[in-house]
T-cell receptor, first 113, second 109 residues
């Protein structure tokens, strides 16, 4: 399968714990995006990378959130000291620069107890 | 004002009906516009791009009105399989793509 893959698909954690999600984009895509989605809402922009450079980070993201893409391939999103409000689906996408079409992974669902 | 706004619906229509969704955006410098479809508990997938001249793909027609800063999606001859959430997507003045909240469509027999 050469689509966008995310791991883990589901994560249940206790409040205060750290969690990390991984995203492997489509190999020829140089832009990678992270979004968060809660029930009844559209995907909310978190951050995006062009190659290894993080070009923009949402003002909505607190300092507890950090993302990296060290070699311009896979990316990780870490949430420190999780809170119940962090419970959501975390979606990763990469895009075809020619068409602008975003290809999404199936998401990582986080539940904070 | 939200960057991208949509009526969340739901729109409940019978099979065969024509239904239209609108989406407004706040940034007059936006250049790229898309409609995505999201099925329940699935990831969003591109339905169609929206071009300045408007574009059509089978039963689906998308249009852009730059003066009023809105895009529209028209679905003709609705099918049961069209039931989904339709997300409006607009780029801001960078490559950042912003999604609306989505409009839920339910087509009934």
């Amino acid at each position: 399968d050469t689509g966008v893959s995310q791991d883990p698909r589901h994560k249940i954690t206790k409040r205060g714990q750290n969690v990390t999600f991984r995203c492997d984009p489509i190999s020829e895509h140089n832009r990678l995006y992270w979004y968060r989605q809660t029930l009844g809402q559209g995907p909310e922009f978190l951050t995006y990378f062009q190659n290894e450079a993080q070009l923009e980070k949402s003002r909505l993201l607190s300092d507890r959130f950090s993302a990296e893409r060290p070699k311009g391939s896979f990316s990780t999103l870490e949430i420190q000291r999780t809170e119940q409000g962090d419970s959501a689906m975390y979606l990763c996408a990469s895009d075809n620069a020619n068409t602008g079409e975003l290809f999404f992974g199936e998401g990582s669902r986080l539940t904070v107890l | 004002r939200k960057e991208v706004e949509q009526d969340p619906g739901p729109f409940n229509v019978p099979e065969g009906a024509t239904v239209a969704f609108n989406c407004t955006y706040s940034n007059s410098a936006s250049q790229s516009f898309f409609w995505y479809r999201q099925d329940c508990r699935k990831e969003p997938k591109l339905l169609m791009s929206v071009y300045s001249s408007g574009n059509e793909d089978g039963r689906f027609t998308a249009q852009l009105n730059r003066a009023s800063q809105y895009i529209s999606l028209l679905i003709r001859d609705s099918k049961l399989s069209d039931s989904a959430t339709y997300l409006c997507v607009v780029n801001m003045d960078t490559d950042k793509l912003i999604f609306g909240t989505g409009t839920r469509l339910q087509v009934f027999p």
